[in-house]
């Protein structure tokens, strides 16, 4: 069964330091990798995602995430957490087959950046 | 840029009673969806429509109905209300041509429903 699997329900990280938000997937065919964040009483916003080419992936407010393909993984990171980063973070996946693609959705992680 | 807007914001419904959630995006997207999300279930796809004039299924489409009015509009109706429907519903929109997801989804800020 096609999945993505967000390990962690929080991530704690101080203010300044790095933060990784995990994600990993199972999915048939090459994978169309996602992340996004939600804040407050607001819909989900795009951060950045993976199609090919380059396993490093730059997005936006400062994040990044690595294509692992032997770990079928792709987590979240940034270099200096701030506290306005404390969010709901989303990990999806295109699965599905070329005559139906869906868009997979991990449960959430929520990051909470303190002073 | 307004994007992707919600109508209403905030819906109390009982049980058997009927609404219409409305949407609509401004930004050309050919593609549009219907998603609910519940605690420490992620996002779970109710219809969407891969372009105007068609609709299909998505994950949990029972108890729903959508309408893409046009290219601009999608709306969600939910004709005999029941508590499991109480949830928070986004719409989305994409660039994406039929169901291939390559675009990013851009979403309205959601709609939180109760039902009693």
């Known amino acids: 069964a096609q999945s993505v699997a967000q390990p962690e329900d929080q991530v704690n990280v101080a203010e300044g330091n790095p933060l990784t938000v995990k994600c990993t997937y199972s999915?048939?065919?090459?994978?169309?990798l996602f992340w996004y964040v939600q804040y407050p009483n607001r819909g989900l916003q795009f951060l950045l995602k993976?199609?090919?080419?380059d396993n490093l992936v730059k997005g936006s407010y400062g994040f990044e995430a690595e294509f692992n393909k032997s770990q079928t993984s792709f987590h979240l990171k940034k270099p200096s957490a701030l506290v306005s980063d404390s969010a709901l973070y989303f990990c999806a996946v295109r699965g599905g087959t070329d005559s139906n693609y869906q868009l997979i959705w991990g449960a959430g992680t929520k990051l909470i950046i303190k002073p | 840029n307004a994007g992707v807007t919600q109508t209403p914001k905030f819906q109390v419904l009982k049980t058997g009673q009927s609404m219409t959630l409305q949407c609509a995006q401004d930004?050309?997207?050919?593609?549009m969806y219907w998603y609910r999300q519940d605690p420490g279930m992620g996002l779970r796809l109710i219809y969407y429509?891969?372009?105007?004039?068609?609709?299909d299924k998505g994950e949990v489409p029972n108890g729903y109905n959508v309408s893409r009015l046009n290219k601009r509009e999608f709306s969600l109706r939910l004709e005999s209300a029941a508590p499991s429907q109480t949830s928070v519903y986004f719409c989305?929109?994409?660039?994406?041509?039929?169901?291939?997801?390559?675009?990013?989804?851009?979403f309205g800020n959601g709609t939180r429903l109760t039902v009693t």
């Open positions: 993976y199609i090919t080419g």
């Open positions: 989305a929109s994409s660039a994406n041509r039929g169901g291939s997801y390559n675009s990013p989804l851009h």
């Open positions: 429509s891969a372009s105007e004039g068609t609709t």
């Open positions: 930004m050309n997207h050919n593609s």
């Open positions: 999915v048939s065919g090459n994978p169309y």
